[in-house]
């Protein structure tokens, strides 16, 4: 079936400028998570949404950083006023409990660069 | 202290070498755990899970040990399309909190 999807796969910016990143999650999961990874680094979590309760914005790094989930499906992560650091891969990932674990299925990211 | 704590490697073995990986985590709450690979410039994909009783799938066996907080992934006979970079993941089963190790780089070696 189908994976998770996201857009655009690449994104250069300038500095400054805002940027919406777009994830398409696999149907019927009801948790979506969003991450970062910059070069040769780990992942690092910013938000989580499972279904209706309130996100879990623990790991947004600053007040530029939002999200939203409409109709618990498609999620958009906005960075305003990018800064060069903001460059990374940002992956989104998307999971159901299989047995009695939640199993994470990532997209393959969207790559930003910040000019 | 880290959630998850992984040998960064890298591990250059040859092919055919059997090679094994530990992670080590702190939470002992924690409930999942999985390996996840990931190739260079790509998104992290789901290897394994890891069950209390231990498992394998082919030439991968995975194991938990709860008293000691660590798993090990151990790969048999490996492969050239081995080579990739190992995430350990651990989980409190509440959906939200996966912690991720930074990773052990693998390389398997002609």
């Known amino acids: 079936g189908a994976g998770v999807s996201q857009s655009p796969s690449n994104k250069v910016t300038e500095k400054g400028k805002d940027v919406e990143l777009r994830c398409d999650p696999i149907?019927?999961?009801?948790?979506l998570y969003w991450y970062r990874q910059s070069l040769g680094q780990g992942l690092e979590f910013l938000i989580y949404f499972q279904g209706n309760s309130a996100p879990d914005k623990s790991g947004l790094p600053s007040d530029r950083f939002s999200a939203e989930r409409t109709g618990g499906s498609v999620s958009t992560l906005t960075i305003q006023r990018t800064q060069q650091e903001d460059s990374a891969v940002y992956l989104c990932?998307?999971?159901?409990?299989?047995?009695?674990?939640?199993?994470?299925?990532f997209g393959p990211g969207t790559r930003l660069t910040v000019t | 202290r880290k959630e998850v704590e992984q040998d960064p490697g890298p591990f250059n073995v040859p092919e055919g070498a059997t090679v094994a990986f530990n992670c080590t985590y702190s939470?002992?709450?924690?409930?999942?755990f999985f390996w996840y690979r990931q190739d260079c410039r790509k998104e992290p994909k789901l290897l394994m899970s890891?069950?209390?009783s231990g498992n394998e799938d082919g030439r991968f066996t995975a194991q938990l040990n709860r008293a000691s907080q660590y798993i090990s992934l151990l790969i048999r006979d490996s492969k050239l399309s081995d080579s990739a970079t190992y995430l350990c993941?651990?989980?409190?089963?509440?959906?939200?909190?996966?912690?991720f190790g930074t990773g052990t780089s693998l390389t398997v070696i002609p």
């Open positions: 890891v069950y209390s």
């Open positions: 990932a998307s999971s159901s409990k299989s047995g009695t674990a939640y199993e994470q299925y």
């Open positions: 149907s019927g999961h009801t948790a």
């Open positions: 993941v651990v989980n409190l089963n509440t959906g939200n909190q996966f912690y």
């Open positions: 939470n002992s709450a924690s409930q999942s």
